[in-house]
């Protein structure tokens, strides 16, 4: 489904877990900063909006989309957090930059969600006009910040759920044997 076949505002608060004791870092582009200001604001209410207290939301600027990897990175190693939104706004220019600026940044975050146990949500509009960006960051489309803190929150509820139960190796690596429980023989799964 496609943004505009979608309100991104819209949520079901009676969904939702409760987030009044979650903690959550948001690190902000600051270029285009008239579309990361508004996408910010959706998230910030709708954390308010559930519960968050206003102390729990720590708000870092960064320069540009590309500095969301190192800020995020930093946010994770040196504050208490459940989850982080990265907010940024990428326009096509006249240039190819747009695509390494977008694929950077995309390739940066998945990595931090795979090499960490903080989830880090993705709120970087990509997009080919301001335009676009008007209508995703408050306007016609609704508000991807909004979006993101509810994807923050129920993220941040799978992790605290995860944390509660036992660890379990990867049933891939256990059949692939590339996890070995003894000396050279691989772990046979019986069906
Ligand atoms: N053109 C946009 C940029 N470019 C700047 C980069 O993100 C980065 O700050 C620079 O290359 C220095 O490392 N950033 C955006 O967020 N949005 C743009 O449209
Ligand atoms: C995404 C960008 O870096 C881009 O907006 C910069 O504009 P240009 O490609 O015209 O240099």
Redesign the pocket.
């Known amino acids: 489904m496609a943004t505009i076949n979608k309100n991104l505002s819209v949520y079901d608060k009676s969904t939702l877990p409760s987030a009044k004791d979650f903690r959550f870092g948001v690190v902000v582009s600051e270029w285009n900063d008239n579309i990361t200001e508004g996408l910010y604001k959706g998230a910030e209410d709708a954390f308010l909006d559930n519960e968050v207290p206003a102390q729990n939301i720590i708000r870092w600027n960064v320069p ?1 989309s590309f500095e969301l990897i190192y800020g995020a990175k930093k946010m994770l190693q040196t504050q208490k957090v459940d989850a982080v939104i990265v907010i940024g706004c ?9 695509d390494f ?2 694929e950077g940044v995309t390739q940066g975050i998945k990595d931090l969600n795979v090499q960490t146990d903080i989830p880090v949500i993705f709120c970087v509009l990509t997009d080919n006009t301001m335009q676009q960006s008007i209508d995703r960051s408050g306007g016609i489309h609704g508000n991807k910040g909004t979006e993101a803190a509810i994807a923050a929150i129920k993220m941040a509820y799978i992790r605290q759920q995860a944390s509660l139960t036992h660890e379990y190796p990867s049933q891939n690596l256990l059949t692939s044997g590339a996890l070995q429980l003894d000396e050279g023989t691989p772990l046979e799964l019986k069906e």
Do not use: A, D, M, Y
């Open positions: 540009g990428v326009i096509q220019g006249q240039t190819k930059h747009f600026v977008c």
